[in-house]
């Protein structure tokens, strides 16, 4: 069965960085778009960032510049590189499966990660 397993979430300063990992097994991962969502505490889960099969990325406007989705498919492992981070990146990150980004538009399906908080103290 599909099994999306994150890591690196933690307790950061502002300013500072962390790398998160989503492994995938159960998919023929390269074929499949990925994203990353997150929620904070009384907020909506949301996509920070998706990444096509092919490589095309998008980021949420609030993660510009300073997030960076990639990918590794002989690790079957996507990654999200934070940096510059501030207290509004607390939350819970997860990872998904997708279908595609269609119009500028990621397509989720219901495979999660079990999610990884990352904390960022101001």
């Known amino acids: 069965q599909v099994q999306l397993v994150e890591s690196g979430g933690g307790l950061v300063q502002a300013g500072g960085s962390l790398r998160l990992s989503c492994a995938a097994s159960g998919i023929i991962f390269r074929l499949n778009a990925m994203g990353w969502y997150r929620q904070a505490p009384g907020k909506q889960r949301e996509l920070v960032s998706a990444?096509?099969?092919?490589?095309?990325?998008n980021y949420a406007d609030s993660v510009k510049g300073r997030f960076t989705i990639s990918k590794d498919n002989a690790k079957n492992t996507m990654y999200l590189q934070m940096n510059s981070l501030t207290s509004e990146d607390t939350a819970v990150y997860y990872c998904?499966?997708?279908?595609?980004?269609?119009?500028?538009?990621?397509?989720?399906?219901?495979?999660w990660g079990q999610g990884t908080q990352v904390t960022v103290s101001s």
């Open positions: 998904n499966v997708g279908r595609g980004i269609v119009g500028g538009t990621y397509l989720p399906t219901n495979y």
């Open positions: 990444i096509t099969s092919g490589g095309i990325t």
